[in-house]
């Protein structure tokens, strides 16, 4: 668990770090939407001197979910804080307001499925966002029913309506 706390820990900063990275000279029309445009690199960012202002990150999850549980854990232990970073969490109810958060800059990281930024690139975006880390192994999704089903197999679908997910990811029927 501790190697699982510090692996999420190093992400968290190292993500930092990218994202702080990321400014560029150019500007286009979607320019105007961003929160600031940085040119602090990874160096810049480092934190070993402890009178160094933190560095303000807002990170917007798509749902609180368990799955995240090594995050809370790390942001309860006071890690971000130890790596100088002052994190604030926002729970954005949903992949289409947690999108909507990055893009507009009211979010410089978001976590959510990789469908969100699939559909803005699609869309024609010209600052999209790039996915850039796993978080999570497996999907936190769980199949319930109305009724109890006895002997539940997978075939007992076929033919069924399956709703998925929640407003703003993806939905699919069978």
């Not at 796993?134 to 197999?153: C, H, I, P």
């Amino acid at each position: 668990m501790k190697k699982k706390l510090i692996s999420i820990l190093l992400t968290s900063v190292m993500t930092v770090g990218l994202l702080s990275a990321c400014g560029s000279a150019h500007t286009d029309d979607n320019t105007k939407n961003s929160k600031t445009n940085t040119t602090e690199t990874v160096s810049d960012i480092s934190r070993t001197d402890s009178d160094s202002a933190p560095v303000s990150v807002t990170l917007n999850e798509v749902a609180h979910s368990i799955f995240y549980a090594p995050m809370y854990a790390a942001i309860e232990n006071g890690y971000f804080d130890e790596e100088g970073i002052d994190l604030t969490l926002v729970t954005g109810f949903g992949a289409d307001k947690t999108m909507t958060a990055v893009i507009s800059g009211e979010a410089d990281i978001g976590f959510m499925g990789s469908e969100s930024s699939i559909y803005t690139y699609n869309e024609g975006a010209n600052d999209y966002v790039i996915n850039f880390a796993q978080l999570t192994q497996r999907a936190g999704n769980f199949l319930v029913a109305r009724e109890e089903m006895k002997d539940f197999k997978w075939t007992d679908l076929k033919g069924e309506d399956v709703l998925g997910g929640r407003k703003g990811v993806v939905h699919y029927t069978m």
